[in-house]
C-alpha cells in the first residue's frame, strides 16, 4: 500500500494520503502511520468515510481504547465513540446552544489535551469528520514540545520534578458547567508530571492544558498562573496550526505533547457532527496515591 507524507514546513503535523484507514491496513502501512505520529504528533488523512465500527478498528490497531465515561455528556454510538457536535443523537435536532450539552461541549473551546484529568492520560485523539459546518468550527493545534524548545536550560530546568493536578469539575467550571457528583466520583482529580518525555524518540516537552489546577506544593493561585503562562506561551498565534474540515477527515493528535481547541461556528443554523476515539495511555505519569514523579 503507497503511502505518502507531507510534513509541515514547522515540522509541526503532516498530512497522509494513499491508505484507505476504513478497512484493515497491513503492518508496514501502520508503523509508517506511526513513526509519522511519532515524529510529526499531528497527522491529517482525507477521504476516510468512517463508521463508528471502522474507526474503533483502526484506533484499535494504536492500542486499546478509552472507554467514554457512562456519566459524560458526549457519549456517542458505542463505549468507545466520543459524541463531539451540536445534534441530538435519538432526534437528529439541532441542540439549543444554550443547553447544557452545548454549555458543557463549549468546554472543547479551551486549548486542552484529552483526558489529562484520568490518572493514565490519554497518548492519541483521532477525529472524524462526519459532517461539517460550511463555515467554522475549525480545530486548532500546538505543539508543547516545539514550545518547550523556546525555553532556555534555565526555565526547562525549573520545570523538571514539578507535579501538575488536572481536575475535569475545575476546567468545566470555567465555561460555567457543572458536573454532578456523580461525575465528580467517576472524575476525581490527577496528578501529571509537568515534564514529559516521548519514549519513541526522547523529545521533552512540557504538559498542562486547561485542565490543569494548580501545582502540588505551591499556592494554588501561583500553579494555576504558571500552568496558564505555559498554555500562553505554548500558544502564540504564529505557532497555530488551524484545521479548516473537510467531511470525512480524520484528524489524529499526540495528547502527550500537543494542545488543541475547537473554534465556534453557527451553532444554531450548522449541524456539526464529529466522532472521537481515543487510545489509551501507557501508565500514569506519577505514582496513584503519591506526590512522587514516576516514569
Known amino acids: 500500500m503507497t503511502i505518502r507524507i507531507q510534513a509541515e514546513p514547522s515540522g509541526f503535523g503532516a498530512v497522509v494520503s494513499g491508505p484507505d484507514l476504513t478497512k484493515p491496513?497491513?503492518?508496514e502501512t501502520y508503523k509508517?502511520?506511526?513513526?509519522?505520529f511519532e515524529e510529526y504528533s499531528l497527522l491529517i488523512f482525507h477521504d476516510q468515510p468512517f463508521?463508528?465500527?471502522t474507526q474503533v478498528a483502526f484506533g484499535e490497531r494504536f492500542g486499546p481504547l478509552e472507554i467514554v465515561t457512562k456519566t459524560r455528556v458526549g457519549g456517542g454510538g458505542g463505549d468507545m465513540i466520543a459524541d463531539i457536535s451540536n445534534v441530538n443523537r435519538e432526534t437528529d435536532e439541532i441542540l439549543p446552544v444554550d443547553g447544557d450539552v452545548m454549555v458543557y461541549r463549549s468546554g472543547n473551546e479551551m486549548w486542552h489535551t484529552d483526558s489529562s484529568f484520568r490518572d493514565v492520560p490519554a497518548m492519541a485523539s483521532m477525529l472524524s469528520g462526519r459532517e461539517v459546518p460550511p463555515e467554522g468550527g475549525e480545530t486548532e493545534?500546538?505543539?508543547?514540545?516545539?514550545a518547550y524548545k523556546r525555553l532556555d536550560a534555565e526555565q526547562q530546568a525549573a520545570l523538571e520534578g514539578l507535579v501538575a493536578v488536572h481536575d475535569y469539575t475545575y476546567s468545566r467550571a470555567l465555561?460555567?458547567?457543572?458536573?454532578?457528583?456523580a461525575q465528580q466520583k467517576e472524575l476525581p482529580p490527577a496528578k501529571q508530571v509537568v515534564v514529559r518525555t516521548n519514549p519513541?524518540?526522547?523529545?521533552?516537552?512540557?504538559?498542562?492544558?486547561?485542565?490543569?489546577?494548580?501545582i502540588v506544593g505551591w499556592p494554588v493561585e501561583k500553579g494555576r498562573d504558571y500552568m496558564k503562562e505555559l498554555v500562553a506561551l505554548a500558544t502564540r498565534p504564529e505557532d497555530i496550526y488551524t484545521h479548516q474540515w473537510r467531511q470525512h477527515d480524520l484528524v489524529i493528535w499526540d495528547n502527550r505533547c500537543t494542545l488543541h481547541r475547537g473554534r465556534t461556528w453557527e451553532k444554531a443554523r450548522y449541524r456539526r457532527i464529529m466522532r472521537r476515539t481515543t487510545v489509551a495511555g501507557d501508565g500514569p505519569t506519577v505514582a496513584i496515591g503519591s506526590e512522587a514523579v514516576g516514569a
Open 25 to 27: 491496513i497491513d503492518d
Open 32 to 36: 509508517a502511520i506511526r513513526a509519522a
Open 51 to 53: 463508521t463508528d465500527e
Open 141 to 146: 493545534f500546538v505543539s508543547m514540545r516545539a
Open 175 to 181: 465555561v460555567g458547567s457543572t458536573l454532578s457528583p
Open 200 to 214: 519513541a524518540n526522547g523529545e521533552k516537552n512540557f504538559f498542562t492544558a486547561s485542565h490543569a489546577s494548580h
